[in-house]
């Protein structure tokens, strides 16, 4: 089971002794982590400087979170401390920003806003907890279902066609720009808890109603409490366990609470200037930079491009040839008695028990007897009829989008493989190596036909180890752009006749066929998670001309 608690104690531990050597480790856990790394001044127009301070333990906890993922993309230790030391200061400048808005009344909050707050800490409490329930049906052996996920309704995955975040406009200059794509939600007049302020009291009185007198949901907080007291080991709080719990709440409520604040201030930097924090420039920079990178690495190393695409589309940001073509499937499972049947038939035949004749009798008796599921539900139809059904729908029409439907509403509703749904790519198969199963990709390689293939065409069953596969042809892998001189490759060009084209394209290339998720949404996505880019793109730099911010290295230099 994977914890949701970021221990400090382990954190500093790892980050004293296995980032920084031999140091010793430091006992006075309070003191060391309430050293200041960073201050930023406010001037304010009375004459007094306001001083915001980011801590050490600040720096462990972003590090905790966001390290590894940094590092995984070429950060060295160092280097990942230095740039959350930069990613904090920059947050609290943003907070700070966007809470004198609020009080100014210029950011006005919602009680949808509030109701969010509320509701995003109670459903993360509830998770936090449900790890520590999953432990305990487990160390006891109990066969009962979980509490915290019995409210769940449908565990099915359905089909979500994408919904654009962002849209690529021309102003009457001729120059591009990105607006946001604003769903708005209907306002709800009514508070789901007592009163403004009173949020972290009503989420614990929540907690400890969905709890009750449950044994195990008791000692689910019995032992997230215990962790909550190693986590705060040496910090001189209250050792009292519902004062422990209420600030682990109130902790979780303020750090979704920032997270609202700062869309909402996304939100109203846009209402201000008319478009979208994330410019034009940033995309297409971040999509050549994307694009050169994969190109340079995959020009030393050619295993690693093989590597890459084999796993996913998604980590291969530049195709290098023509040998590889994307497929989807349906995937009809055998239940577990078949398998057992079949594994059976197969040591027989091994052992010289049956005849081969005797083997392909049996083993079509079970293949021809595996029935489909519906949204996981056992139905009467047969993987063969399945099939059937399938291709006669789709001799009914000529249209690629209709295809697109049927295709989307045979995968979502009978495919037991959860792998090939709402994903950004679909499955990525070469004409020489293949990382799926030999029957699978030996009939996708014939749908393929040596680049013959049309989109939509699919084969007869498939068995493999896993069940009944129906496999669908969708296209060739390919790029958008083609790099032919490393050196001068540059999406972001001065030429308006180029740019406008670049500009097309990656508004309507689409990362799969059975969406319509585009290159321009999947880069815009992208830089919106990354709150990095995202601060750079609401104009820090502006909002630090009268801040004096100071970094105190010596303070944290211990943790690289």
Same mark, same amino acid.
């Given at each position: 089971m994977?914890k949701k608690i970021?221990?400090?104690?382990?954190?500093?531990?790892?980050?004293?002794?296995?980032?920084?050597?031999?140091d010793l480790?430091?006992?006075?856990?309070n003191?060391?982590?309430?050293?200041?790394?960073?201050?930023?001044?406010?001037?304010?127009?009375?004459?007094?400087? %306001?001083?915001?301070?980011?801590?050490?333990?600040?720096?462990?906890?972003?590090?905790n979170?966001?390290?590894?993922?940094?590092?995984q993309?070429?950060y060295t230790?160092?280097?990942?401390v230095?740039?959350?030391?930069?990613?904090l200061?920059?947050?609290?400048?943003m907070l700070?920003?966007?809470e004198?808005?609020?009080? !100014?009344?210029?950011?006005?909050?919602?009680? =949808?806003d509030? =109701?969010?707050?509320?509701t995003?800490?109670y459903?993360?409490?509830?998770?936090?907890?449900?790890? +520590?329930?999953? @432990?305990?049906? !487990?160390?006891?052996?109990l066969?009962?279902?979980?509490?915290?996920?019995?409210d769940?309704?449908d565990t099915?995955?359905?089909?979500k066609?994408?919904?654009?975040q &962002?849209?690529?406009?021309?102003?009457t200059d001729?120059?591009?720009?990105?607006?946001?794509?604003? %769903?708005?939600? @209907?306002?709800?007049e009514?508070?789901?808890y007592t009163a403004?302020g009173k949020?972290?009291e009503?989420?614990?009185?929540a907690l400890?109603?969905?709890?009750?007198?449950n044994?195990?949901?008791?000692? &689910?907080?019995?032992?997230?409490i &215990?962790?909550?007291?190693?986590y705060e080991k040496?910090?001189?709080?209250s050792t009292i366990?519902?004062?422990?719990?209420?600030?682990?709440?109130?902790?979780?409520y303020t750090?979704?609470?920032?997270?609202i604040?700062?869309s909402l201030?996304?939100?109203?930097?846009e209402?201000?200037?008319?478009?979208s924090?994330i410019?034009?420039?940033?995309?297409l920079?971040?999509?050549?930079?994307?694009?050169l990178?994969?190109?340079?690495?995959?020009?030393?190393?050619?295993?690693?491009?093989?590597?890459?695409?084999?796993s !996913?589309?998604?980590?291969?940001?530049?195709?290098?040839?023509?040998?590889?073509f +994307?497929?989807?499937?349906?995937l009809?499972?055998f239940?577990?008695?078949q398998?057992?049947?079949?594994?059976?038939?197969?040591t027989k035949l091994?052992?010289?028990?049956i005849?081969?004749?005797?083997?392909?009798?049996?083993?079509?008796?079970?293949?021809?007897?595996?029935?489909?599921?519906?949204?996981?539900?056992t139905? =009467?139809?047969?993987?063969?009829?399945?099939?059937?059904?399938?291709?006669?729908?789709?001799l009914?029409?000529?249209?690629?989008?209709?295809k697109?439907?049927?295709?989307?509403?045979?995968i979502?509703?009978?495919?037991?493989?959860?792998?090939?749904k709402?994903?950004? +790519?679909?499955?990525v198969?070469g004409?020489?190596?293949?990382?799926?199963?030999?029957?699978?990709?030996?009939?996708a390689?014939?749908?393929?036909n040596?680049?013959?293939g049309?989109?939509?065409?699919i084969?007869?069953?498939?068995e493999?180890?896993?069940?009944?596969?129906i496999?669908?042809?969708?296209n060739?892998?390919?790029?958008?752009f083609?790099i032919?001189?490393a !050196?001068?490759?540059?999406?972001?060009?001065?030429?308006?006749?180029?740019?406008?084209e670049?500009?097309?394209?990656?508004?309507?290339?689409?990362l799969?066929?059975?969406?319509?998720?585009?290159?321009?949404d =999947?880069?815009y996505?992208?830089?919106?998670?990354?709150n990095?880019s995202?601060? @750079?793109?609401?104009?820090?730099?502006?909002?630090?001309e009268?801040?004096?911010i100071?970094l105190?290295?010596?303070?944290?230099s211990?943790?690289?």
């Amino acid at each position: 089971m994977k914890k949701k608690i970021a221990f400090l104690l382990v954190c500093v531990f790892c980050l004293t002794f296995a980032l920084s050597g031999c140091d010793l480790f430091v006992l006075d856990y309070n003191k060391y982590l309430s050293q200041t790394i960073a201050t930023v001044n406010y001037p304010t127009q009375n004459g007094i400087t %306001n001083t915001i301070v980011i801590t050490k333990e600040d720096l462990i906890q972003s590090y905790n979170k966001y390290g590894e993922n940094l590092t995984q993309n070429g950060y060295t230790t160092q280097t990942a401390v230095e740039y959350l030391v930069q990613y904090l200061i920059n947050q609290k400048i943003m907070l700070n920003e966007v809470e004198a808005l609020i009080e !100014s009344d210029k950011i006005v909050l919602t009680n =949808n806003d509030y =109701n969010n707050m509320w509701t995003q800490t109670y459903e993360g409490m509830i998770s936090l907890l449900a790890d +520590y329930e999953e @432990e305990i049906i !487990s160390d006891w052996k109990l066969t009962t279902p979980s509490v915290l996920t019995e409210d769940a309704e449908d565990t099915n995955t359905y089909f979500k066609p994408f919904e654009k975040q &962002a849209e690529l406009v021309k102003d009457t200059d001729g120059n591009w720009h990105i607006k946001t794509i604003v %769903n708005p939600e @209907e306002e709800n007049e009514d508070l789901i808890y007592t009163a403004i302020g009173k949020e972290v009291e009503t989420i614990i009185t929540a907690l400890t109603q969905k709890i009750g007198d449950n044994a195990v949901l008791v000692e &689910a907080k019995k032992r997230y409490i &215990a962790d909550l007291k190693t986590y705060e080991k040496g910090k001189n709080l209250s050792t009292i366990n519902n004062e422990i719990f209420a600030r682990e709440v109130e902790r979780v409520y303020t750090n979704v609470k920032n997270n609202i604040y700062l869309s909402l201030y996304s939100e109203y930097f846009e209402n201000k200037t008319g478009y979208s924090p994330i410019s034009v420039e940033q995309v297409l920079n971040y999509l050549t930079a994307d694009m050169l990178a994969s190109y340079t690495e995959y020009k030393i190393t050619p295993d690693a491009y093989k590597t890459d695409i084999l796993s !996913s589309r998604a980590d291969a940001k530049y195709v290098m040839d023509g040998n590889y073509f +994307y497929v989807s499937h349906i995937l009809i499972k055998f239940t577990d008695e078949q398998t057992s049947k079949l594994e059976d038939l197969k040591t027989k035949l091994e052992q010289g028990a049956i005849s081969s004749s005797v083997y392909n009798t049996e083993r079509q008796k079970i293949v021809d007897s595996t029935l489909a599921k519906e949204y996981g539900e056992t139905t =009467n139809i047969t993987a063969s009829t399945l099939l059937n059904n399938l291709k006669d729908e789709l001799l009914q029409t000529t249209s690629d989008a209709d295809k697109v439907d049927i295709f989307n509403e045979y995968i979502y509703k009978y495919n037991e493989d959860t792998g090939n749904k709402n994903q950004t +790519y679909d499955y990525v198969i070469g004409t020489t190596d293949s990382k799926m199963v030999e029957s699978f990709t030996q009939s996708a390689r014939e749908l393929y036909n040596n680049g013959g293939g049309s989109f939509g065409d699919i084969s007869d069953l498939v068995e493999s180890e896993y069940g009944l596969h129906i496999v669908i042809y969708l296209n060739p892998v390919t790029n958008a752009f083609t790099i032919t001189n490393a !050196s001068t490759f540059n999406l972001l060009t001065l030429n308006q006749d180029d740019l406008d084209e670049i500009i097309y394209t990656i508004n309507i290339t689409k990362l799969s066929l059975l969406n319509t998720k585009t290159i321009f949404d =999947n880069v815009y996505e992208t830089l919106f998670k990354d709150n990095f880019s995202k601060f @750079e793109a609401m104009h820090l730099n502006t909002l630090k001309e009268n801040l004096t911010i100071e970094l105190y290295s010596t303070n944290y230099s211990d943790l690289y």
